[in-house]
């Protein structure tokens, strides 16, 4: 076990094959940013012997949920880390008290709308893209399974029973479409908002996993610092959400490569997360720089379990100028034929007679 890069424990642990096993540390010294669980000796994937964490609580964030009655939503909401959440109703909504995110849920306010915001089925079509009447949207599909705002996301029984009819305007871009109408649609650049056509309670979406999988992508869209402490698998796209007065954005990865990411802005999404550890983020800001971390971990337990006795993941080619092998010769194919031969043979002569 490493604090900070530095050896805080060791510990022998026994784990059978194809079984896990909790194991816990105490005494872990106050104030410590990073932990590393490293497995020593190494095996055939070296690639999950190690795993980490950042500790503490990412900054608190302050979000705004407007709705009758959702309890769906509020619960997939609370799940991120550091979400102060408030819940009103629309009676009880004051425009101008700020906070980080504003959740409309059923209806949206007068008014120029507040920003970064998630709107949700307004009435009478009075979102940020107009809406239309009430249609059956059909099977739904995610647009681009390559789109952070999906992955994971699993929509093949998802079904909803009606949603409100839309076109995707200039500067929008849908992420989720049925066969007849788009139903999240993106505005792409400043400011962050994005719009669900139906109301969740007209589908079965809260009922499956990727409701809060969703939920979590879109908050990592639309929040300032949605990545702040988050565990995310390798070739994973993360998509980092700038501060209002972040002038400049970059990323170091754990070799220590520093990939610029803006301006311009909104920064363009983070691919290079290939490689597990602790990915440093530093933001420019007015009153000067904000850090921040994430954790890249490879998380595929089919590779990961190695055996006694399973099978390469590589084999080994010969080389063009080696002897070749020695191996066995099939003589059954053969014997077959030979046999079919003669057989073919006393037909005919059966057949001629004498």
Do not use: C
């Not at 249609?135 to 647009?143: C, I, K, R």
Request: glycine residues 8%; proline residues 11%.
């Amino acid at each position: 076990m490493l604090a900070d890069g530095r050896l805080a424990d060791v510990l022998p642990v026994h784990v059978a094959g194809n079984s896990t096993s909790d194991v816990t540390w105490t005494g872990m010294a106050p104030g410590t940013q990073v932990v590393e669980a490293l497995i020593t000796p190494g095996d055939a994937l070296a690639i999950d012997n190690a795993a980490f964490l950042v500790t503490g609580s990412p900054p608190a964030r302050k979000v705004l949920l407007v709705t009758e009655e959702n309890g769906f939503l509020q619960r997939a909401l609370k799940l991120r880390p550091g979400i102060d959440l408030t819940v009103q109703k629309k009676a009880d909504y004051k425009p101008g008290t700020p906070f980080d995110l504003y959740v409309f849920d059923g209806w949206v306010p007068a008014g120029k709308l507040p920003d970064p915001a998630l709107v949700i089925a307004p009435l009478d079509g009075n979102g940020p893209i107009p809406l239309g009447g009430q249609v059956n949207p059909g099977l739904v599909l995610p647009v681009d399974p390559s789109d952070p705002l999906t992955q994971d996301v699993v929509l093949k029984d998802v079904h909803v029973l009606t949603a409100a009819k839309a076109t995707a305007p200039s500067g929008w871009r849908t992420a989720i479409a049925a066969v007849d109408d788009p139903l999240l649609l993106i505005h792409e650049g400043e400011p962050r908002i994005a719009e669900l056509t139906f109301d969740v309670h007209h589908s079965d979406l809260p009922l499956r996993a990727a409701f809060p999988i969703l939920v979590q992508n879109l908050l990592a869209y639309l929040l300032p610092g949605g990545f702040e402490n988050q565990v995310y698998p390798t070739g994973r796209v993360v998509t980092l959400a700038t501060e209002p007065t972040a002038r400049s954005l970059e990323v170091q990865t754990p070799s220590g490569k520093v990939v610029k990411l803006a301006p311009p802005f909104p920064a363009a999404p983070f691919t290079d997360t290939q490689t597990p550890g602790v990915y440093t983020v530093r933001q420019q800001l007015s009153s000067g720089v904000r850090s921040s971390q994430f954790v890249v971990q490879f998380e595929d337990p089919d590779l990961s379990r190695v055996g006694v006795g399973s099978a390469p993941f590589v084999e080994l080619t010969a080389s063009a100028n080696a002897a070749p092998p020695r191996g066995t010769l099939e003589l059954w194919p053969w014997l077959a034929a030979l046999a079919v031969a003669l057989l073919a043979t006393e037909w005919f002569v059966f057949h001629r007679g004498p």
